[in-house]
């Protein structure tokens, strides 16, 4: 429960940015391609993903709690550099080092949690990481769009921000406790899911099967790839979209609140739904409900069709995220389970960066309706993807 807490924190010092980083673009800096405005998300995607392999990797190395305290250092000098920007580039350089953290910090959060619960309920230990989380973006979105609205983009959202970090950073440091000594007890008790799957593979072994040669591992990871390529299509255009409707800022603070608060909620029921249930299913259809949400949002128009297509996306990544971290920890072995995470991750959260750049570009050119219901598109193939290729037992083994 001490790491969920954690892992709220996490989440909040990221939903500092939800509401007011688009709006901040476009009213304080005048960027207004929608490719330029973008360029926050792609830095952030990029160093997350890069961060979140090698910390995989780091705390197979030195230890789960030092990579977690780390990541709080280096989140640090966020909210001075989002309150005193004087221009575009400070922000960018803000959210290169807010990913770095959060690569460290919600990775390790994860692996942890996998080390302390055991494999019955590891979709259930998945589900309370990721609702904390991602509640903590919600909530802290909503907060952000009130203060924004009420005393400006700055500097009062991002205060709120640097509270979250002064908290987690003290947590971690005095009260989280190492955990990768359970990693031991388990891989001594563990049964392979397959062949390829056994203790002894190196590095190059693990990247490759996550990534490309194993059915289930490799389904994982496109599907979570794609799910946050949604994810930052709706960071970062849909409050561009609400707010050239005329939508006020606390309305949009509301949706862009709505969207993370079900993902968020949702997943305490998904997770535990995914033990019992199984992974496959669950993707497959999460998938199909995100594409039915996106193209809501591409053809309706008003503050209560967005609000519940917001409602609809966030049910749907919510049956996604939870479940796609517990099918990496039913194949992946023990002894490199945290590398198998970090590189799910990796590619996951390389989706941040694939999407500001596909729906910008794509904006650019079409529209934001347009942007919004390729990406649907896209989503909805993804959960065809998982139907076809992946494996529906893995969860059994254990």
């Known amino acids: ?23 901040l673009a476009e009213k304080e800096f005048d960027l207004s391609l929608y490719t330029s405005a973008l360029t926050y ?36 000098p966020v909210p001075l550099l989002l309150i005193f920007g004087p221009d575009w580039g400070w922000i960018v350089a803000a959210n ?38 991602y509640l903590g973006v919600a909530l802290t979105a909503l907060v952000t769009g009130y203060i924004a609205g009420h005393y400006g983009l700055r500097p009062g959202p991002f205060l709120v921000g640097a509270a979250y970090i002064a908290v987690g950073l003290g947590m971690s440091a005095l009260f989280v406790r190492e955990t990768h000594h359970h990693v031991k007890l388990e891989a001594a008790q563990h049964v392979d899911s397959h062949g390829g ?5 190196t590095n190059g072994q693990v990247f490759r099967l996550t990534s ?6 490799s389904s994982v990871s496109q599907a979570g790839l794609v799910n946050n390529l949604n994810d930052g299509l709706a960071w970062g255009l849909f409050p ?15 949706l862009a609140a709505a ?40 053809a309706g128009h008003g503050f209560a069709v967005w609000l519940a297509a917001a409602v609809l996306l966030g049910l749907g990544t ?66 065809i993807v998982v139907a076809v290729r992946m494996r529906g037992n893995d969860h059994a083994v254990r």
Do not use: C
């Not at 770095?100 to 309370?128: E, F, H, N």
């Not at 799957?197 to 593979?201: D, F, K, N, V």
């Not at 995220?321 to 970090?342: E, F, K, M, N, Q």
């Not at 960066?353 to 193939?381: E, F, H, M, Q, R």
């Open 1 to 23: 429960m001490l790491l969920v807490a954690v892992n709220a924190l996490v989440g909040g010092t990221l939903g500092q940015e939800r509401t007011v980083l688009p709006l």
């Open 41 to 76: 998300i792609l830095a952030f995607g990029l160093s997350k993903a890069a961060m979140n392999y090698f910390a995989g990797t780091l705390s197979d190395r030195f230890g789960r709690k030092p990579v977690l305290v780390a990541g709080w250092f280096v989140a640090l």
């Open 96 to 133: 290169v080092l807010l990913g770095i953290s959060q690569g460290l910090t919600w990775s390790t959060a994860v692996v942890m949690k996998m080390d302390l619960v055991g494999p019955q309920q590891r979709g259930l230990a998945m589900g309370l990481n990721e609702a904390a989380g």
């Open 197 to 201: 799957a056994h203790a002894g593979l």
């Open 212 to 217: 490309f040669t194993d059915r289930s591992l």
């Open 240 to 254: 561009i979209l609400f707010a050239s409707a005329g939508l006020s800022l606390g309305e949009i603070g509301i």
């Open 259 to 298: 969207y993370p608060a079900v993902w968020g909620a949702g997943q305490l029921v998904t997770g535990a739904a995914s033990d019992r249930w199984g992974r496959k299913w669950l993707i497959t259809a999460g998938m199909l409900v995100q594409a039915v949400g996106l193209v809501m949002v591409a």
């Open 318 to 383: 919510a049956m996604v995220y939870p479940t796609l971290l517990a099918a990496i920890g039913d194949v992946a072995h023990p002894a490199w389970r945290a590398r198998s995470v970090g590189i799910y991750r990796l590619w996951r959260d390389g989706g941040f960066a694939v999407g500001a750049l596909v729906s910008g570009v794509l904006a650019d050119l079409y529209g934001l309706p347009t942007a919004i219901a390729a990406v649907a598109g896209l989503t909805a193939l993804s959960g």
